[in-house]
């Protein structure tokens, strides 16, 4: 049987961030997709790209201003859970369902390089803030950190009972944060639907 395509709407709220005030509520059809949602996005840090990571395994990139896409679709092999830009624009990384992370160069939408990361899904990453290393949280309650270039594993990062759904770095790059629903609660847009939620901060042993 057929499956049939979802006609996606984005929902762009653009708010004064000193204000919280809303500027423009923007909601428009920007694509279709087969075969699953969009469970990922992520903006470029000039603004010009949204990317969006589907349940079937691509990646998309569209023109912010057009909503048109950009290039050909990129092919993950598996669910694009966790998405992240490095602050420069040059290289974008994908976190999968099968547990891998790959690096990608923006520019030429070609893979630089991958690797097995966790046993179980890769449910989110981040990048440092100077394109050093890989954040990434996963479904086996751990959050590993990786070098950028090289794909080398530095630290991992325990101490959650559960999935860990959501990593950031602070803006000096001295600490990790992630969190979870120890309730094993589901990620649904922005909203956590969770009786209990943990979050913790790791001091990164490479920040000094």
Known sequence: MKMRSLNVLILVL???CS??????DITRPVLSIAAGPVVS??????SKYILVGTQDGNVKILDAQTNQQVGETIRCGATVYGLAIEASGKYFVTGLGDGSIIVWDFE?????????AHNFTVRSVAISPDGK?????????????WELETGE?????V????????????????????????????????????TCVIIIAWKLCHSA
């Open 14 to 16: 653009v708010f004064v």
């Open 19 to 24: 204000t919280f005030a809303l500027v423009q």
């Open 41 to 46: 996005l992520v903006i470029s840090p000039d």
């Open 108 to 116: 030429t939408r070609q893979k630089i390089r991958s690797w097995s």
């Open 133 to 145: 290393y890989i954040a990434a949280g996963s479904y086996d309650s751990t959050v590993s950190i």
């Open 153 to 157: 594993l530095v630290q991992t990062l």
């Open 159 to 194: 101490g959650h009972k559960d999935w860990v759904h959501t990593v950031a770095f602070t803006p000096d790059r001295k600490y990790c944060l992630a969190s979870l629903s120890s309730s094993g609660g589901w990620v649904r847009g922005l909203i956590f639907i969770s």
